[in-house]
């Protein structure tokens, strides 16, 4: 199975987690580079913001990989200096949702968002509308035939 994930208009296909394996922050940058190739938006310059943010990808997934090897609890017990035993958020999901709200600011600015693309190309997502004289020649070109 595959997840798609919605990046500026099109669908990256990127296998689920048992399917992909381990994915390094080299197999990120790969897959990042080739994206903002495809919509247009790398630039040789851009190369260091995507090694960050596949650095940031990497550590995301290694936390998520630790807390599905833990169990996947979503609350954990923890013990307070004072003794008193309190449930709180599991720190790995806090270090992953903080890791990926991180890695989304970068993939807006590298226009790999619909907000991100706007931003770089205000063309980019509005559809391209016919003006009178193309519906016309249209018209006329069909009537021909």
Do not use: C, H
Request: proline share 3%; aromatic share 8%.
């Amino acid at each position: 199975m595959e997840v798609f994930i919605y990046t500026s208009g099109f669908f990256a296909k990127i296998p689920r987690w048992k399917e992909r394996g381990e994915v390094t922050a080299a197999k990120w940058r790969k897959l990042i580079r080739e994206k903002t190739v495809e919509i247009g938006t790398y630039k040789p310059a851009f190369d260091s913001v995507i090694a960050d943010l596949a650095a940031i990808l990497e550590q995301r997934d290694a936390a998520m990989k630790q807390f599905r090897a833990e169990g996947k609890q979503l609350m954990v017990k923890k013990i307070s200096d004072r003794g008193a035993e309190n449930t709180v958020q599991n720190p790995l999901i806090t270090l992953w949702d903080k890791l990926n709200s991180t890695a989304l600011a970068y993939w807006r600015d590298l226009g790999l968002t619909p907000k991100g693309l706007k931003a770089i190309d205000e063309t980019a997502l509005k559809p391209k509308k016919a003006t009178g004289m193309e519906d016309l020649s249209k018209v006329l070109s069909q009537l021909d035939g």
